[in-house]
């Protein structure tokens, strides 16, 4: 666990509020003033500032005018509500791009975009990274010391939409082309990593070397997978840019708003860079008959914010009530607002923040989602759910703030092995790696078990569980710290379509690189075609399988598991080695989530995991637990269910907000969250009077 725990030390609470964007309303004093007695009523601590006011803070060239700034930052600050403060490089304004047009982007087909929209830099152009300094520390010189500000926002979602993560001019060529000598130093070895014997391409002089195009290379895994990394360690060295700018004259922490399992940019590797984690959350709720699977994503990525650092994170951005850029925009049913918002806590986050604080009156954003709408003020459903959460938030901070989740069980998700299978051009090219790593991880969110997420470069040693779906590639020296953990009394799971290539994508030769560990020897994997069944019995029921089979050979493992039909009928579908003080699994077959519920019981058991919770969850129904040391943890009990549940307990709960004593079941009402301890004295009723 992080030391330093308190995330922002400068205003060491639970953050409530979200993006501000009063630059759009600076010829309505009004609206400005409505706006911070609106936030008050609205327990509003904090808001994001100057996210997108590139043109408001820099409106020609060398002239800046940050005076309307540092007054709303001030008013706010009087008024009880601290700042984040932005950089605000996610959009340039029109006259930096007409004047310097190649600061933008130039897209795999070799063609320039048009100035507009947002995350459209080139971040290999010196002009921008030039023009990036002078506004950042102008901003940092002007308010790295203002007492209203108490971190830094690194410009805005990096990447974009995907699309926009790379930039092909040639300048990033370049740049590109001297990540690789730094990579590989020479050509000869270059050309090993990528195979390049393969169709004739082997490369004799670096300039020949392009980024991945339809047009043209776009064969050799190798090449794609150094660009995908080259992407976004290119963005990084931006980002890093950006932080040293701000900390000329500052020392406040820096972060930006993550996007979860976002493909394009590896944050194992940005967290390292970042004193605080945050991210923008947007679930699909309510677009479902259940809101299981939804609520297990969103869970997935929750705790791998928190797992970036082992600390708390910020939920930077989430919508009150709908977001305008989906197929189908749903408004959250009431009291999902405040579920949805202490899932987040639950799994580690600081803060509950919105996008946006005020509607726009105008452009793409005007029908997305705010705590303020266009019309009716404070006088709708949206801003009492806020008002009310934002209270209960208020109350609940010194108890919370300090917390945080420890989990014992860690599900191996790396940025570099999904680059890798999205690519393989095997077996099932519509294989989609995440949504099979969440079958692995609602398996623990049905049980209430916190869950670390990490990439094979993290230490395995403080978990009694590891499990690594789907782990095509191995990097580095994973499969010996694999072999390591288990020797050492690990519990390890690994499947089907792991250990297939090393980190330049080339295939192993001679034997699985876990064999001696896993206790089998892989020969086949098979994608059946749909209107082939096959099933497997274990434990003497038979499940469905609904995906890839691979065939293996069982030579010191035991056979749990076996397949029941095709040409491979008696193979080994589950096994089970014991090796040094451990113990590792192979799950060879994509079985139905039944099979999966009855392993679980078996690896957890093995592994000594439960959740420590008294109590039975219903469907529908999780648990997720914050701890201090010298303290009873807080327990999260949350029902993603729109009715009613009922879960028995075996031990007394105290409810935190109603002082309600359970002893023998606690009644959920549908959409909702209750906070938890077993101490009684601990409990803090929501509006009781205070003398």
Same mark, same amino acid.
């Given at each position: 666990?992080?030391?330093?725990?308190?995330?922002?030390?400068?205003?060491?609470?639970?953050?409530?509020?979200?993006?501000?964007?009063?630059?759009?309303?600076?010829?309505?004093?009004?609206?400005?003033?409505?706006?911070?007695?609106?936030?008050?009523?609205?327990?509003?601590?904090?808001?994001?500032?100057?996210?997108?006011?590139?043109?408001?803070?820099?409106?020609?060239?060398?002239?800046?005018?940050?005076?309307?700034?540092?007054?709303?930052?001030?008013?706010?600050?009087?008024?009880?509500?601290?700042?984040?403060?932005?950089?605000?490089?996610?959009?340039?304004?029109?006259?930096?791009?007409?004047?310097?047009?190649?600061?933008?982007?130039?897209?795999?087909?070799?063609?320039?975009?048009?100035?507009?929209?947002?995350?459209?830099?080139?971040?290999?152009?010196?002009?921008?990274?030039?023009?990036?300094?002078?506004?950042?520390?102008?901003?940092?010189?002007?308010?790295?010391?203002?007492?209203?500000?108490?971190?830094?926002?690194?410009?805005?979602?990096?990447?974009?939409?995907?699309?926009?993560?790379?930039?092909?001019?040639?300048?990033?060529?370049?740049?590109?082309?001297?990540?690789?000598?730094?990579?590989?130093?020479?050509?000869?070895?270059?050309?090993?990593?990528?195979?390049?014997?393969?169709?004739?391409?082997?490369?004799?002089?670096?300039?020949?070397?392009?980024?991945?195009?339809?047009?043209?290379?776009?064969?050799?895994?190798?090449?794609?997978?150094?660009?995908?990394?080259?992407?976004?360690?290119?963005?990084?060295?931006?980002?890093?840019?950006?932080?040293?700018?701000?900390?000329?004259?500052?020392?406040?922490?820096?972060?930006?708003?993550?996007?979860?399992?976002?493909?394009?940019?590896?944050?194992?590797?940005?967290?390292?860079?970042?004193?605080?984690?945050?991210?923008?959350?947007?679930?699909?709720?309510?677009?479902?008959? !259940?809101?299981?699977?939804? *609520? =297990?994503?969103?869970?997935?990525?929750? +705790?791998?914010? %928190?797992?970036? /650092? $082992?600390?708390?994170?910020?939920?930077?951005?989430?919508?009150?009530?709908?977001?305008?850029?989906?197929?189908?925009?749903?408004?959250?049913?009431?009291?999902?607002?405040?579920?949805?918002?202490?899932?987040?806590?639950?799994?580690?986050?600081?803060?509950?923040?919105?996008?946006?604080?005020?509607?726009?009156?105008?452009?793409? !954003?005007?029908?997305?989602? *705010? =705590?303020?709408?266009?019309?009716?003020? +404070?006088?709708? %459903?949206?801003? /009492? $759910?806020?008002?009310?959460?934002?209270?209960?938030?208020?109350?609940?901070?010194?108890?919370?703030?300090?917390?945080?989740?420890?989990?014992?069980?860690?599900?191996?998700?790396?940025?570099?092995?999904?680059?890798?299978?999205?690519?393989?051009?095997?077996?099932?090219?519509?294989?989609?790696?995440?949504?099979?790593?969440?079958?692995?991880?609602?398996?623990?969110? =049905?049980?209430?078990?916190?869950?670390?997420?990490?990439?094979?470069?993290?230490?395995?040693?403080?978990?009694?569980?590891?499990?690594?779906?789907?782990?095509?590639?191995?990097?580095?020296?994973?499969?010996?710290?694999?072999?390591?953990?288990?020797?050492?009394?690990?519990?390890?799971?690994?499947?089907?379509?792991?250990?297939?290539?090393?980190?330049?994508?080339?295939?192993?030769?001679?034997?699985?690189?876990?064999?001696?560990?896993?206790?089998?020897?892989?020969?086949?994997?098979?994608?059946?075609?749909?209107?082939?069944?096959?099933?497997?019995?274990?434990?003497?029921?038979?499940?469905?399988?609904?995906?890839?089979?691979?065939?293996?050979?069982?030579?010191?493992?035991?056979?749990?598991?076996?397949?029941?039909?095709?040409?491979?009928?008696?193979?080994?579908?589950?096994?089970?080695?014991?090796?040094?003080?451990?113990?590792?699994?192979?799950?060879?077959?994509?079985?139905?989530?039944?099979?999966?519920?009855?392993?679980?019981?078996?690896?957890?058991?093995?592994?000594?995991?439960?959740?420590?919770?008294?109590?039975?969850?219903?469907?529908?129904?999780?648990?997720?637990?914050?701890?201090?040391?010298?303290?009873?943890?807080?327990?999260?009990?949350?029902?993603?269910?729109?009715?009613?549940?009922?879960?028995?307990?075996?031990?007394?709960?105290?409810?935190?907000?109603?002082?309600?004593?359970?002893?023998?079941?606690?009644?959920?009402?549908?959409?909702?969250?209750?906070?938890?301890?077993?101490?009684?004295?601990?409990?803090?009723?929501?509006?009781?009077?205070?003398?």
């Amino acid at each position: 666990m992080s030391e330093d725990r308190t995330v922002i030390k400068k205003f060491p609470k639970l953050l409530h509020g979200g993006d501000y964007n009063p630059d759009q309303w600076l010829d309505s004093p009004e609206i400005l003033e409505e706006d911070i007695r609106l936030m008050k009523q609205a327990h509003v601590n904090c808001v994001s500032l100057g996210i997108f006011s590139w043109a408001a803070l820099e409106p020609e060239e060398g002239r800046y005018e940050m005076d309307w700034l540092e007054a709303i930052i001030g008013r706010l600050y009087e008024n009880g509500i601290y700042t984040i403060l932005a950089t605000p490089t996610g959009a340039m304004p029109p006259w930096l791009t007409a004047a310097y047009p190649e600061t933008l982007q130039t897209d795999e087909n070799g063609v320039h975009r048009f100035p507009g929209d947002r995350h459209n830099f080139c971040p290999s152009s010196p002009v921008m990274c030039e023009k990036m300094r002078q506004i950042n520390e102008q901003l940092s010189r002007r308010f790295g010391g203002n007492p209203g500000v108490i971190a830094w926002h690194l410009s805005n979602e990096y990447g974009g939409n995907g699309r926009q993560a790379a930039c092909h001019c040639p300048h990033c060529q370049e740049a590109f082309r001297s990540w690789l000598k730094n990579r590989y130093s020479d050509l000869d070895a270059l050309n090993h990593a990528w195979w390049t014997t393969f169709w004739s391409h082997i490369y004799t002089d670096w300039d020949q070397i392009h980024s991945p195009s339809p047009n043209g290379e776009n064969v050799l895994h190798g090449l794609i997978l150094d660009w995908k990394r080259f992407v976004s360690d290119q963005l990084l060295d931006f980002c890093k840019a950006e932080i040293k700018a701000v900390r000329k004259y500052s020392d406040l922490p820096v972060t930006t708003n993550m996007m979860g399992f976002y493909p394009p940019l590896n944050y194992f590797e940005w967290a390292k860079e970042l004193d605080i984690i945050s991210w923008d959350c947007y679930p699909d709720w309510h677009s479902r008959e !259940e809101e299981i699977d939804v *609520a =297990v994503r969103t869970a997935a990525e929750h +705790s791998l914010m %928190r797992s970036l /650092r $082992d600390a708390p994170f910020l939920l930077m951005e989430s919508t009150p009530s709908l977001v305008n850029w989906k197929a189908r925009n749903i408004l959250k049913k009431p009291g999902m607002h405040a579920l949805s918002s202490l899932q987040a806590v639950a799994h580690g986050s600081n803060s509950v923040q919105y996008f946006q604080w005020r509607k726009s009156r105008g452009s793409c !954003e005007k029908f997305h989602g *705010a =705590v303020v709408d266009h019309k009716n003020g +404070s006088d709708t %459903r949206v801003f /009492r $759910d806020v008002a009310a959460l934002g209270e209960r938030l208020e109350q609940l901070s010194d108890r919370i703030y300090p917390t945080c989740n420890k989990a014992k069980v860690a599900l191996v998700i790396d940025w570099e092995n999904m680059w890798a299978v999205s690519g393989a051009c095997a077996v099932d090219n519509h294989l989609q790696y995440m949504d099979l790593c969440m079958t692995y991880f609602k398996q623990l969110w =049905v049980r209430g078990i916190d869950t670390d997420i990490i990439d094979m470069t993290r230490s395995l040693d403080n978990y009694r569980l590891v499990i690594a779906p789907v782990n095509y590639m191995y990097r580095g020296d994973y499969s010996e710290r694999v072999r390591q953990y288990v020797k050492n009394g690990g519990c390890y799971v690994t499947t089907y379509w792991s250990g297939e290539v090393d980190d330049t994508d080339l295939c192993f030769l001679g034997s699985h690189p876990l064999r001696d560990v896993l206790g089998i020897r892989t020969e086949e994997i098979d994608a059946p075609a749909p209107h082939e069944k096959n099933h497997v019995v274990y434990g003497g029921i038979r499940y469905d399988v609904v995906g890839l089979c691979a065939l293996v050979h069982a030579e010191e493992a035991t056979v749990l598991a076996e397949y029941q039909d095709n040409f491979y009928a008696g193979y080994p579908a589950l096994t089970e080695h014991a090796y040094g003080a451990g113990t590792a699994y192979y799950i060879a077959s994509q079985n139905e989530e039944a099979f999966l519920d009855v392993f679980y019981d078996r690896i957890l058991q093995r592994a000594g995991v439960s959740s420590d919770f008294a109590g039975v969850l219903p469907r529908g129904v999780t648990i997720t637990k914050r701890e201090q040391e010298g303290r009873e943890p807080l327990w999260f009990l949350q029902n993603f269910n729109n009715r009613k549940a009922e879960v028995p307990i075996r031990e007394p709960y105290t409810d935190l907000e109603t002082g309600t004593w359970y002893q023998e079941r606690i009644e959920m009402e549908p959409f909702s969250c209750r906070i938890l301890s077993r101490e009684p004295e601990m409990a803090l009723v929501l509006n009781q009077s205070v003398d």
